[in-house]
């Protein structure tokens, strides 16, 4: 088992009638509402956070990418990474991930990812993603080739990591006379790869059929998970191969306190923030950008999303996030990682408005008296 802390690094000042207001904490959102001096602050913290994990004992971070938003402040993961890669010395830094399509050239992601696994020396993890439909409005790309894009994107950095430059690579959406790039990754034959997903037929199919490692993205109900992970499985088998549990990963926010009670009470209001203020605009998806049949599970799904959920109740009946005691947390994760077959949690606590220091005291809970108890 391995276990991953996960930062999003959201906006904790929106305004309190930011829900009557605002339609949406995506891509329209007033740009005035942030302020880069609490920013700056923010970047701090959240960057001496995620190095602070690796000092506790968790075998790797992971940042993320996100546009034109409130929920997430990290439009260049690889410059948070780059970061860290200088504050840590042992874990794993997992970039989840660039999204392909929005790169022109993709080179640019060959690149950047080399550098972080030099840099890092052979810690990256490198995550590719197709991105979120309100990415699309952000940079003005046309939906209907993302997927196109994506796989044209990934070949030619997975050949330019691998094979001997130059060599010239023509395809549908991309040509270049001369791929050569200057550095190479370290990691040989290149970093792993881990594609995380919705629950999208197309990505579950790709990724099994590349044994690449499919990483559930958080905030759905338990019983979402174990649908797209069966999934996944069969769709493993069908490339003529069983599963390994590390290419299975579970998003789940853990927040640990003394007792169950105080847990609670210590990480619901920021909790609420999160899914009433942040999640707000997420599902905003442009024509084009999701197949028919992909469109019909994710909607059968939409009432089993965390922005769907009105009570404590619903949280914990669906395992939005793992909230309590050590002896809580333990129980539940141990119950829920084994019933899933996963083999990598990806979990995170610093959820909405958080306090850092909360933050960290769940974080320290968590590594002593949780973390001895869950690995097998």
Same mark, same amino acid.
């Given at each position: 088992?391995?276990?991953?802390?996960?930062?999003?690094?959201?906006?904790?000042?929106?305004?309190?009638?930011?829900?009557?207001?605002?339609?949406?904490?995506?891509?329209?959102?007033?740009?005035?509402?942030?302020?880069?001096?609490?920013?700056?602050?923010?970047?701090?913290?959240?960057?001496?956070?995620?190095?602070?994990?690796?000092?506790?004992?968790?075998?790797?971070?992971?940042?993320?990418?996100?546009?034109?938003?409130?929920?997430? +402040?990290?439009?260049?993961?690889?410059?948070?990474?780059?970061?860290?890669?200088?504050?840590?010395?042992?874990?794993?830094?997992?970039?989840?991930?660039?999204?392909?399509?929005?790169?022109?050239?993709?080179?640019?992601?060959?690149?950047?990812?080399?550098?972080?696994?030099?840099?890092?020396?052979?810690?990256?993890?490198?995550?590719?993603?197709?991105?979120?439909?309100?990415?699309?409005?952000?940079?003005?790309?046309?939906?209907?080739?993302?997927?196109?894009?994506?796989?044209?994107?990934?070949?030619?950095?997975?050949?330019?990591?691998?094979?001997?430059?130059?060599?010239?690579?023509?395809?549908?959406?991309?040509?270049?006379?001369?791929?050569?790039?200057?550095?190479?990754? +370290?990691?040989?034959?290149?970093?792993?790869?881990?594609? %995380?997903?919705?629950?999208?037929?197309?990505?579950?199919?790709?990724?099994?059929?590349?044994?690449?490692?499919?990483?559930?993205? %958080?905030?759905?109900?338990?019983?979402?998970?174990?649908?797209?992970?069966? +999934?996944?499985?069969?769709?493993?088998?069908?490339?003529?191969?069983?599963?390994?549990?590390?290419?299975?990963?579970?998003?789940?926010?853990?927040?640990?306190?003394?007792?169950?009670?105080?847990?609670?009470?210590?990480?619901?209001?920021?909790?609420?923030?999160?899914?009433?203020?942040? +999640?707000?605009?997420?599902?905003?998806?442009?024509?084009?950008?999701?197949?028919?049949?992909?469109?019909?599970?994710?909607?059968?799904?939409?009432?089993?999303?965390?922005?769907?959920?009105?009570?404590?109740?619903?949280?914990?009946?669906?395992?939005?996030?793992?909230?309590?005691?050590?002896?809580?947390?333990?129980?539940?994760?141990?119950?829920?990682?084994?019933?899933?077959?996963?083999?990598?949690?990806?979990?995170?606590?610093?959820?909405?408005?958080?306090?850092?220091?909360?933050?960290?005291?769940?974080?320290?809970?968590?590594?002593?008296?949780?973390?001895?108890?869950?690995?097998?």
């Amino acid at each position: 088992m391995q276990y991953y802390f996960f930062h999003l690094m959201p906006w904790p000042y929106l305004p309190e009638d930011f829900d009557e207001k605002y339609d949406s904490a995506w891509i329209w959102l007033p740009n005035s509402l942030y302020d880069p001096v609490k920013g700056h602050e923010l970047y701090r913290e959240y960057i001496n956070t995620l190095a602070y994990a690796e000092e506790l004992g968790f075998d790797g971070i992971c940042v993320n990418e996100h546009h034109q938003n409130a929920y997430g +402040l990290m439009p260049s993961p690889n410059v948070i990474a780059g970061a860290l890669t200088q504050r840590t010395q042992r874990c794993r830094i997992a970039v989840i991930g660039n999204a392909l399509p929005l790169y022109h050239p993709p080179l640019r992601v060959a690149e950047e990812m080399a550098m972080l696994d030099i840099m890092s020396n052979g810690r990256l993890i490198a995550g590719m993603v197709v991105g979120g439909g309100p990415e699309y409005y952000a940079y003005q790309v046309n939906p209907t080739y993302a997927r196109e894009r994506f796989r044209e994107a990934l070949d030619l950095i997975i050949k330019a990591w691998t094979e001997p430059g130059p060599f010239r690579w023509h395809s549908k959406h991309y040509f270049f006379n001369y791929v050569n790039p200057w550095p190479r990754p +370290l990691q040989q034959p290149h970093p792993p790869i881990w594609i %995380p997903g919705l629950g999208s037929l197309e990505t579950i199919e790709f990724v099994a059929q590349r044994r690449y490692a499919y990483m559930g993205v %958080p905030y759905f109900h338990i019983s979402v998970f174990h649908r797209v992970f069966d +999934l996944f499985r069969d769709a493993c088998q069908k490339a003529g191969y069983e599963t390994r549990p590390e290419q299975l990963g579970w998003g789940v926010p853990i927040y640990v306190a003394e007792t169950d009670r105080q847990a609670r009470e210590e990480f619901e209001p920021h909790m609420w923030y999160f899914v009433r203020f942040l +999640l707000k605009g997420i599902g905003i998806s442009p024509p084009g950008y999701t197949s028919p049949r992909s469109i019909l599970s994710i909607l059968k799904n939409r009432p089993l999303f965390l922005s769907e959920q009105k009570t404590w109740d619903d949280i914990e009946k669906g395992v939005y996030a793992i909230v309590g005691s050590p002896e809580t947390v333990r129980q539940k994760l141990n119950h829920y990682r084994k019933e899933l077959g996963v083999g990598v949690v990806m979990t995170g606590c610093q959820t909405g408005t958080l306090p850092h220091e909360l933050a960290r005291k769940s974080m320290e809970l968590f590594c002593r008296d949780v973390l001895p108890h869950v690995r097998d």
